[in-house]
Every structure is written in structure tokens, then in C-alpha cells.
């Protein structure tokens, strides 16, 4: 069916607090791509942007963040997830915006999304499903996805270089904040609430919307969080290392040729060699037994995992929807000869087919069910778990890994082939968008297609299967998790690949 576009020198054009900005319509959403919420000079916070005068075009996706190990190869199995890179820097506060109104008191739910690929990689363009069109034309939701700072510009401890540098440990999380307040001044004149703000993200995402909501800077500008496949417990060793901040420091600046009290020159040196002197720094490292990983730094920003610093006054008070994949990373547990495995598995998963009984993941799945005990502990506003179980008619039949639910979620299945099952993938993005979206606007997930979504209780754990035949669980995975972990394979990421070496930058 032919697509209608309109892109006018005065249409579609919305006022901003900093000046104009035109978008285009295309396909009844509004669209406006790259448009900038900051700035920030290297390692310091970001700052809005300047006012200006005439329209500035929001027609072209901003930079990524520059990527430690931006792939060389092609991507395998692109079928799943089709993906795209993007021209990279640094300087990467860019939003993007799709909505089905530009009235101002259209007041619909806004959903801000926070992209994955851990803290090192990854930008809110990479993946398919990511444009928000898809949601915004079908539920009637306001969707802004965003860029930000990551790895060594987001998370490099040098504080000790003067005042101007104290938040630089959490860089990356000061433009999630700035770019929240952008949300919250201008959103109105897209058609969004202020006041009706939900995070949500998946994988490195996910985990960035637990720590926004542990830290009191974002405090009052969103009202709902969704957290996918995203909970790792404080201090895990995939996610910080055990190489300390002196020692990281000193390799990077070593494979610079730069001296410690040599900052300002650090400063100059080309964001694409300092990522890749990184790289080298991190192999370096590795040969001396020594690791280390990109994640919010506990401190005055970001005071820490709820496990350990308890669930903060304001996130008590925020709706959260909570849930993983079944099989995440695919990686076999090693129990399905296990006689009272197999027992465990079909108490806790009636619905799931015993083939994939192999694959069922305890990593994601037993941190997300102790972040979720946590918060029904301590929380006032409601926590509703999920599953995402569905089988995928790929490779002779597959159970949904890490990301197989971001097609059905993100209403955005048809650019991702194996995500297509059929007749049944449009009654799937209806219950997982649905849900999704009933969240954002009303903070309960209840969704035609569905049963009674019931949240967790500090009596009783509810998780509703996502699939295209629902099924709403109780108390159901308590023994298996425990099981798993005690008697299963050690599991974890994938280890980091290595990359081709960098050359020490010239002077």
C-alpha cells in the first residue's frame, strides 16, 4: 500500500525551548530524527543545548557513541535482528522523537527508550525494531529513543583532575538525566504528557533503567520504568572487573605514550584512538589476570544496586513491569538428563515445549526474580513480572533468546524476518505491544488477548508467559532457579572478542 510523506519548509515544524525544529510526516507519524538535548566537553556533565534562531532540521539520525570494538566483520544471523551502524563520535546527545499528533494537549503517554549493548556498545538506531513509528501509530504513544555516552566517555574515573570532572565515573548517566529533562520541557508540543513518562530498555538498557531510578537527579522526570532482560546484581564481575581505577588509568595512558600528568594532551587525543587504545588497554590487562567493565559507579549520582542501598524513596513509588527471555543466550544448562530437573521444569513451565528444557536461562531470570522480591519488599506502587517463551520458526525451531521479544514489543516485527511465525505475529505485537503500552498509560499491563495480569505480592510471585497462548504463573520458579544455579553450568556473556590492535596515536 503506497506510504504518503510530507516534509514542507514550514511543516512539520514544533517549537522546542531552545528554538525549531522540522521533522517529516511519513505514513501518519511524525517523525524527527537527530534532534541535539546537550553537550558536554570530554569526561564533564552535559549541559543543554544553546538557544537558536530560525528552524534547525531534525531530519537525520545524531551520532552514536564511538564503540570500543566497532564490529569489522558482517553480523551473523542477521535474520533475527537486522541491524545498521551509524557515523560515531563522542558528541552523541541526540533524541529522536515519532509521534501520531502535534497538539499540544494531546497529553499522550510518553515512552523513553534506553538501547542496549551493555555500557560499551550499541545506539538507539542500531536495531530494527527501534524506530518508533510502529508504536506510536498503532498505540497511541509518544516514543523517544536517545543517544548517550558510553564506555571510557561515559564511565572513566578521572576526577582527581580537578573539580569539573567529579561526575565523570557517571558521565553516561548525566545524559540520560539531561535528556529526561528535554522530555519534560518540550514534549508537550509533540503530543506528549510531562507528566506520564515511562523508561524502559533492554539488555544494557534495561539495566541503565535500574540505575535511573536508583539515582535522585532523575527523580520526578519519569513516572513508570520497564525493565527487559536488564538486571545484574551490584558488582557482578561481567559488568565492573577486578582491575582497579589506577590501574586502568595507567594502561590507557601507557598505550597513549602519554604520562599520568599529561591530561591535557589525554584530552585532545582523537575520540576513534582513544576507543581503540582502550581496546588494547583492556588485552593489556587481561594478560596480568586483570578485567575490567563499563557500569554506573555507586557514589553521590548513582548510589547503588537496590540489594545493596535498598529501593530509593522516589522509584517506591513508580509502577514497574519487569521480565526476560526464556532462553536468553542459548546456552545449555547441561541438566536435561536430570531426572529431578525435568520434574522442576515442567512444574515451573507447564506451557514450554521439554525440548527447549536445555536452554532455559537461570542468569537474567534469577537476578531479575531477586531484583523483583526486592522491590515488592520495600515498594508501595505495583511490580507485574514476566516470561517471554515463544517459539521461532527458525534453524527447525527455536525458543526466544536474548532480544527476541523487542520485534513484538516494539510493534516492529515485519524488518526482522525470523521474528515473522506466521499468521499468529500479529496477535503477539498486539498482546507484547498492548501490554507494553496499557503500562505506559494506565501503569497496569492488562491488554486485550491477555489473562488477568495480576503484580507480585510479598505472598505470591505472578508471571505472565509472553506467547501467542498467555498463561499467568504463580509461585513457579523458585525451586527450578535454585536448582539450576546449584547443580547447572556455570553460564555468563559470551567472552569479549578480541579486536584487531590499535595504533598508539602520533605526534
Given at each position: 500500500m503506497?506510504?504518503t510523506?510530507?516534509?514542507?519548509?514550514?511543516?512539520?515544524?514544533?517549537?522546542?525551548?531552545a528554538?525549531?525544529?522540522?521533522?517529516?510526516?511519513?505514513?501518519?507519524?511524525f517523525t524527527?530524527?537527530g534532534?541535539?538535548?546537550?553537550?558536554a566537553?570530554?569526561?564533564q556533565?552535559?549541559?543543554?543545548?544553546?538557544?537558536?534562531e530560525?528552524?534547525k532540521?531534525a531530519?537525520?539520525?545524531?551520532?552514536d557513541?564511538?564503540?570500543?570494538?566497532f564490529?569489522r566483520?558482517?553480523p551473523a544471523?542477521?535474520?533475527?535482528?537486522?541491524?545498521?551502524c551509524?557515523?560515531?563520535?563522542?558528541h552523541?546527545?541526540?533524541?529522536?522523537?515519532?509521534?501520531?499528533?502535534l497538539?499540544?494537549?494531546?497529553?499522550?503517554?510518553?515512552?523513553?527508550f534506553?538501547?542496549g549493548?551493555?555500557?560499551?556498545?550499541?545506539?538507539?538506531?542500531?536495531?530494527a525494531?527501534y524506530?518508533?513509528?510502529?508504536?506510536?501509530?498503532?498505540?497511541?504513544?509518544?516514543?523517544?529513543?536517545l543517544?548517550?555516552?558510553l564506555?571510557?566517555?561515559?564511565?572513566?574515573?578521572v576526577s582527581e583532575?580537578?573539580?569539573?570532572?567529579?561526575?565523570?565515573?557517571?558521565a553516561s548517566?548525566?545524559?540520560?538525566?539531561?535528556?529526561?529533562?528535554w522530555?519534560?520541557d518540550?514534549?508537550?508540543?509533540?503530543?506528549?504528557?510531562?507528566?506520564?513518562?515511562t523508561?524502559?530498555?533492554?539488555?544494557?538498557?534495561?539495566?541503565?533503567?535500574?540505575?535511573?531510578?536508583?539515582s535522585?537527579?532523575?527523580?520526578?522526570?519519569y513516572?513508570?520504568a520497564?525493565?527487559?532482560?536488564?538486571?545484574?546484581?551490584?558488582?557482578d564481575?561481567?559488568a565492573?572487573?577486578?582491575?582497579?581505577?589506577e590501574?586502568?588509568?595507567?594502561?590507557?595512558?601507557s598505550?597513549?605514550?602519554?604520562?599520568?600528568?599529561?591530561?591535557d594532551?589525554?584530552?585532545?587525543?582523537p575520540d576513534?584512538?582513544?576507543?581503540?587504545?582502550?581496546?588494547?588497554?583492556?588485552?593489556?590487562?587481561g594478560?596480568?589476570?586483570k578485567?575490567?567493565g563499563?557500569?554506573?559507579v555507586?557514589?553521590?549520582?548513582y548510589?547503588?544496586?537496590?540489594t545493596?542501598?535498598?529501593?530509593?524513596?522516589y522509584?517506591?513509588?513508580?509502577?514497574?513491569?519487569?521480565?526476560?527471555?526464556f532462553?536468553?543466550?542459548?546456552?545449555?544448562?547441561?541438566?536435561?538428563?536430570?531426572?529431578?530437573?525435568?520434574?522442576?521444569f515442567?512444574?515451573?513451565?507447564?506451557?514450554v515445549?521439554?525440548?527447549?528444557?536445555?536452554?532455559a536461562d537461570?542468569f537474567?531470570r534469577a537476578?531479575t526474580?531477586?531484583?523483583?522480591r526486592?522491590?515488592?519488599?520495600?515498594?508501595?506502587?505495583p511490580?507485574?513480572?514476566?516470561?517471554?517463551?515463544?517459539e521461532?520458526?527458525?534453524f527447525?525451531?527455536?525458543?526466544?533468546g536474548h532480544?527476541?521479544?523487542?520485534?513484538y514489543?516494539?510493534?516492529?516485527a515485519?524488518?526482522?524476518?525470523?521474528?515473522?511465525?506466521?499468521p499468529?505475529?500479529?496477535?503477539?505485537?498486539a498482546?507484547?505491544?498492548g501490554a507494553f503500552?496499557?503500562f505506559?498509560?494506565?501503569?497496569?499491563?492488562?491488554?486485550p488477548?491477555?489473562?488477568?495480569?495480576e503484580?507480585c505480592t510479598?505472598?505470591?510471585?505472578?508471571?505472565?508467559l509472553?506467547?501467542?497462548e498467555?498463561a499467568?504463573?504463580?509461585?513457579?520458579e523458585?525451586?527450578?532457579?535454585?536448582?539450576?544455579?546449584?547443580?547447572?553450568k556455570?553460564?555468563g556473556?559470551r567472552?569479549?572478542?578480541k579486536?584487531?590492535a590499535?595504533?598508539v596515536w602520533?605526534y
Amino acid at each position: 500500500m503506497a506510504k504518503t510523506f510530507r516534509c514542507d519548509p514550514d511543516y512539520p515544524v514544533v517549537q522546542t525551548k531552545a528554538g525549531k525544529v522540522r521533522g517529516f510526516l511519513y505514513d501518519d507519524v511524525f517523525t524527527f530524527q537527530g534532534i541535539r538535548y546537550g553537550v558536554a566537553k570530554r569526561f564533564q556533565m552535559p549541559e543543554p543545548v544553546e538557544p537558536w534562531e530560525g528552524i534547525k532540521d531534525a531530519l537525520a539520525y545524531g551520532y552514536d557513541c564511538v564503540w570500543e570494538g566497532f564490529p569489522r566483520e558482517m553480523p551473523a544471523e542477521n535474520i533475527m535482528l537486522p541491524n545498521q551502524c551509524w557515523p560515531q563520535s563522542e558528541h552523541c546527545q541526540y533524541l529522536n522523537v515519532w509521534t501520531d499528533t502535534l497538539h499540544p494537549n494531546a497529553r499522550k503517554a510518553v515512552m523513553v527508550f534506553l538501547h542496549g549493548g551493555g555500557y560499551s556498545v550499541g545506539s538507539s538506531i542500531n536495531l530494527a525494531p527501534y524506530p518508533g513509528d510502529g508504536m506510536a501509530k498503532n498505540d497511541d504513544v509518544v516514543v523517544v529513543s536517545l543517544n548517550h555516552r558510553l564506555n571510557v566517555f561515559g564511565f572513566l574515573d578521572v576526577s582527581e583532575y580537578g573539580p569539573e570532572y567529579k561526575n565523570s565515573k557517571d558521565a553516561s548517566l548525566a545524559d540520560m538525566v539531561l535528556a529526561l529533562q528535554w522530555v519534560h520541557d518540550n514534549i508537550k508540543n509533540f503530543g506528549g504528557d510531562p507528566d506520564n513518562v515511562t523508561i524502559y530498555g533492554q539488555s544494557g538498557g534495561g539495566g541503565k533503567v535500574c540505575a535511573l531510578a536508583q539515582s535522585p537527579a532523575a527523580d520526578g522526570l519519569y513516572h513508570k520504568a520497564i525493565i527487559m532482560s536488564g538486571v545484574i546484581r551490584d558488582n557482578d564481575a561481567t559488568a565492573t572487573g577486578n582491575a582497579t581505577n589506577e590501574e586502568l588509568l595507567d594502561a590507557i595512558f601507557s598505550e597513549l605514550d602519554l604520562k599520568r600528568d599529561e591530561f591535557d594532551r589525554f584530552l585532545e587525543v582523537p575520540d576513534f584512538i582513544l576507543i581503540r587504545a582502550v581496546t588494547r588497554a583492556r588485552a593489556k590487562l587481561g594478560e596480568q589476570g586483570k578485567t575490567f567493565g563499563w557500569a554506573p559507579v555507586p557514589g553521590d549520582y548513582y548510589p547503588g544496586f537496590i540489594t545493596k542501598t535498598g529501593v530509593s524513596d522516589y522509584y517506591k513509588k513508580v509502577p514497574v513491569l519487569i521480565g526476560s527471555c526464556f532462553a536468553e543466550f542459548q546456552i545449555d544448562n547441561g541438566l536435561a538428563d536430570d531426572p529431578k530437573y525435568m520434574e522442576l521444569f515442567k512444574k515451573a513451565y507447564p506451557n514450554v515445549p521439554e525440548k527447549y528444557a536445555h536452554l532455559a536461562d537461570s542468569f537474567f531470570r534469577a537476578n531479575t526474580l531477586v531484583y523483583t522480591r526486592e522491590r515488592v519488599e520495600q515498594a508501595e506502587a505495583p511490580t507485574f513480572l514476566y516470561m517471554f517463551a515463544q517459539e521461532l520458526t527458525v534453524f527447525g525451531g527455536m525458543m526466544s533468546g536474548h532480544g527476541a521479544d523487542l520485534p513484538y514489543f516494539w510493534h516492529h516485527a515485519e524488518p526482522c524476518p525470523a521474528a515473522n511465525i506466521g499468521p499468529e505475529t500479529d496477535k503477539l505485537e498486539a498482546i507484547m505491544s498492548g501490554a507494553f503500552t496499557s503500562f505506559a498509560k494506565n501503569g497496569t499491563p492488562d491488554t486485550p488477548g491477555l489473562p488477568k495480569w495480576e503484580p507480585c505480592t510479598t505472598e505470591s510471585t505472578k508471571s505472565m508467559l509472553l506467547c501467542v497462548e498467555p498463561a499467568l504463573y504463580t509461585d513457579n520458579e523458585t525451586e527450578l532457579m535454585s536448582y539450576v544455579e546449584e547443580h547447572g553450568k556455570k553460564r555468563g556473556f559470551r567472552p569479549v572478542p578480541k579486536y584487531e590492535a590499535a595504533t598508539v596515536w602520533p605526534y
